[in-house]
Every structure is written in C-alpha cells, then in structure tokens.
C-alpha cells in the first residue's frame, strides 16, 4: 500500500497560509433561533448557483475570526449543554447545517441551523431527529448529509445499551420527517462515520466510506442496502499527525478532472512536533472510486489544512479536537464546518480555484 502512495510534499506554512485570526470570543456565541424552519421539498435546489468542481488540494484555509459560530443554547434543554460536528449543504440559496446537540444527560439529538452568509446562523427551536428506537435509546450523534434525487440520506451514528455503537442511517425529502432504516452493517460490532459519495460510482454501485480508525469501503446499489466487497482496509493514518487513527470527514467532493477529494480527520499517536497526543486535525486524500474495491488513496496531504489552534479547540468537553464535517461551496468560497473540543461548531474559508 505505501508503495502506491503520493505524498504531497506540501510545506505546512502553505496549507496553513492566511489562517492569521485567532480571537476568542468571550462566552457562548449569540442565539438566534425561529420555530419557523425553512419550507424544504424533493423540488429544493441544492449547490451554489456558481459552482466550480475543485482541482485537489483545496488549500489556504482560514478560520473565521469570531468563532465560535454556534454553541450550546440554555433556552433549550434538548442544546443546553454542547452544540458541534456539522455536516453542511447549500439548499434554496442557504447554507443548511446538521449539528449534534448534548443535553445535560449528554443525550444527543440533531439540531437544523440556516445562513444566508455561511456564518450567522439562525436556529430551528426543536431537534430535527432524536432517539426513538433501540439501537440509538443512548443518542444520535454526528450527521453526514448527501442528498441524491430530492431525497437527503443522512448518516449518524446510533448508540444503544443492547448494540454498542452502530453506523445508522435515514432517508427525508424535508429534513424533518424521518424514515429509520436502521444500523447500516448490523453485523460489524462497532461502526461510525459514514461518507457517502453522492453519485453511482463505474461498478453500478454508490460507494461509503466508513470507520473511525481505518477507513473500510461499503458498496450498495439503492443508497439503503450496504455490504462490504472486502474486508480489506480502503485507508490507515499513516503520518505523524493521523497515525493513532483516521475517520472521513465530510462525504467526497467530486474533483474537475473526474476523480474525488476526500476531507478526513486523523489523530496523532504521540506528542511530538507540532503535534499532541490525541489532537484531531482535518486532511484531504485523493482517491478514485473506479480503483474498485481497494483503493488505496492516490494522495494524501503531508500536513493537516485545520489543527486546533483556538482555545476552544484546545480545552473543552473533549481537548485538542478540530473535527470537520462539512464542507461546501457558497458565494465564491469553499465553508468547512467543524467542532471545536466536542463543545462548539466553528467554520473555515478557502478560495475557489480560478
Ligand atoms: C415539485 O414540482 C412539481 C412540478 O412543478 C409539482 O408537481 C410537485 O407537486 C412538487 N413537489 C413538491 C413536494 O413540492
Ligand atoms: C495560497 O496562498 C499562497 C500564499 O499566500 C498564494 O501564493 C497562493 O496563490 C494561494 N493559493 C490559492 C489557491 O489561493
Ligand atoms: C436528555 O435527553 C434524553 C433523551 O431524550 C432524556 O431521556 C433525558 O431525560 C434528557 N435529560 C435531561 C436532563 O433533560
Ligand atoms: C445575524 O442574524 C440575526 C438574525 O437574523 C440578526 O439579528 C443579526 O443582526 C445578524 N448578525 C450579523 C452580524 O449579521
Ligand atoms: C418513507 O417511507 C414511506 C413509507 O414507506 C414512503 O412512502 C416515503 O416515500 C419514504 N420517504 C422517504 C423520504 O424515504
Ligand atoms: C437517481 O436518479 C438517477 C437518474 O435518473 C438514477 O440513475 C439513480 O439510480 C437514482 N438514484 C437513486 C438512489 O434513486
Ligand atoms: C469478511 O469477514 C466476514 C467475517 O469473518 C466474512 O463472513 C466475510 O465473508 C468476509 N467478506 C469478504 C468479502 O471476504
Ligand atoms: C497552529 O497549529 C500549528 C500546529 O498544530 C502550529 O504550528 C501553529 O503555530 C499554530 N498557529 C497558531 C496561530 O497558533
């Protein structure tokens, strides 16, 4: 496998290049919330109206001055304690986020937060989707989000008493009403992270990537029915910064050239360098879908586009944590969505390539 791989030699200052704004606001970030959400149908139109496919790497990532964007909210029990891990999709016109929301009991439910900016956000009053059967009774936690047809397919992981911590999934055309179809591959003991790439892939199949410490390849034909073609491993975190472990980000990008961006989170096993133990940062991989089943990745950055910089990345519920997941492309920007130290949502902007 390493045979194969590319790694970009990308020098950090470069990734990081324009990340010059580190301010901490003081206290939780203003509420604005509405128990009006936004009117969504199969007919809503999806992606900015100027779209560019992007060329990989997207580089120069900057983090917004005055995150934190969105943080617990003490008028709603449901999001009084943590509000992080988005995923993200630009619906009629407005950036539509999916967040994990922690109540005191650190249950966690889904929230529904829109923009018409990307960074000021208004929040629906309720928990768009909530514990209801038995293989999720302890929460539903981190969304992905593609939506194919009209139809979302969100992705979350389930946690039970009875079944540990599963990879579930549910379908809906108005982001409010759920269809359940359940724990994605019920036979695997332990399962999170599901990105799926939101087209039919040159085997016939749609392809997920799932796993939260090697990336293994799911295949299905309709979006609801998985199976693995192999048990092999898709990817392994294999530099300093993502060797204890890697888990997707965002689901894949479809790049100009036909192959596909791939935003992941890795961990690093040791503290060395500019790095600490634990500390989960944000990296891109290159892959192609029609290298079916094995992969491996045809590149890989050298160095993470977002470390946790801030201190509330680096002291919160969970320290040294930047997670991302999502990502979209909004008014001439790509807008990178992510938790900060399991406590707050924060966001990055990175340039259109021309
Ligand atoms: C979508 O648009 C079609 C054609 O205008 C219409 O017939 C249908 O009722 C619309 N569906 C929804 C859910 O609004
Ligand atoms: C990234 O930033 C560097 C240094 O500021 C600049 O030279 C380069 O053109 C930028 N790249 C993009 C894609 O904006
Ligand atoms: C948190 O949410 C769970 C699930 O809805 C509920 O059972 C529990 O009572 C809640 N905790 C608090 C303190 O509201
Ligand atoms: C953010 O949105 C809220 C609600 O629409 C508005 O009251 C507030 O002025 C906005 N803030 C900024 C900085 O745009
Ligand atoms: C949910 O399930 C119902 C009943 O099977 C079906 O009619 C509906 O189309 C489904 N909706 C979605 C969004 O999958
Ligand atoms: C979505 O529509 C395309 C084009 O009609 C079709 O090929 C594909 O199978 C559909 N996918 C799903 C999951 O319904
Ligand atoms: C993967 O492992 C399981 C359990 O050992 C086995 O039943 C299955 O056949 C394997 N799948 C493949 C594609 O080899
Ligand atoms: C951001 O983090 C990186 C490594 O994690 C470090 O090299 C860099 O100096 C940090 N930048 C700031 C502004 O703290």
């Excluded at 970009?8 to 290049?17: G, H």
């Excluded at 128990?35 to 997207?58: E, H, M, R, V, W």
């Excluded at 950036?95 to 960074?119: E, K, M, P």
Aim: some cysteine; hydrophobic content about 35%; aromatic content about 12%.
């Amino acid at each position: 496998m390493a045979k194969s791989l590319l790694v970009l030699s990308l020098l950090f200052a470069q990734s990081l290049a324009g990340s010059v704004s580190f301010v901490k606001n003081d206290g939780t970030p203003p509420v604005y919330e509405s128990s009006t959400p936004p009117k969504i149908t199969s007919n809503s139109t999806q992606g900015d109206k100027n779209y560019k496919a992007p060329l990989f790497p997207i580089l120069n990532w900057t983090q917004y001055e005055n995150n934190p964007i969105l943080g617990a909210n003490q008028n709603r029990g449901w999001e009084a304690s943590y509000v992080y891990n988005p995923t993200a999709m630009v619906i009629d016109d407005m950036v539509i986020v999916v967040y994990r929301a922690q109540n005191s009991s650190l249950i966690s439910t889904l929230g529904l937060a829109w923009s018409t900016d990307g960074f000021n956000f208004t929040r629906y009053t309720e928990p768009i989707f909530y514990p209801t059967e038995s293989y999720e009774n302890k929460g539903t936690e981190d969304p992905r989000l593609i939506r194919v047809n009209g139809t979302f397919y969100l992705t979350y992981t389930g946690w039970s008493d009875d079944d540990g911590v599963k990879l579930c999934q549910a379908t809906s055309t108005d982001l409010l009403n759920w269809n359940k179809t359940g724990p994605v591959l019920p036979d695997i003991e332990h399962s999170k992270s599901g990105a799926i790439l939101n087209e039919r892939q040159p085997d016939g199949n749609y392809h997920m990537h799932w796993g939260d410490e090697q990336i293994y390849l799911a295949v299905s034909p309709d979006l609801v029915h998985w199976t693995m073609p192999t048990n092999d491993t898709y990817a392994t975190g294999l530099l300093q910064w993502e060797q204890k472990l890697i888990e997707s980000g965002p689901p894949p990008v479809k790049t100009r050239d036909g192959k596909w961006l791939k935003v992941y989170n890795g961990v690093a096993d040791e503290t060395k360098g500019d790095y600490v133990e634990g500390q989960y940062s944000t990296g891109q991989m290159l892959i192609d879908p029609s290298l079916f089943p094995y992969g491996p990745p045809l590149a890989r950055l050298e160095t993470p586009i977002l470390t946790p910089n801030t201190t509330d990345e680096k002291e919160g519920q969970v320290n040294n944590v930047l997670f991302s997941e999502g990502l979209v492309q909004f008014k001439g920007q790509w807008l990178m969505y992510f938790g900060e130290a399991d406590t707050y949502l924060g966001v990055a902007s990175a340039p259109v390539q021309p």
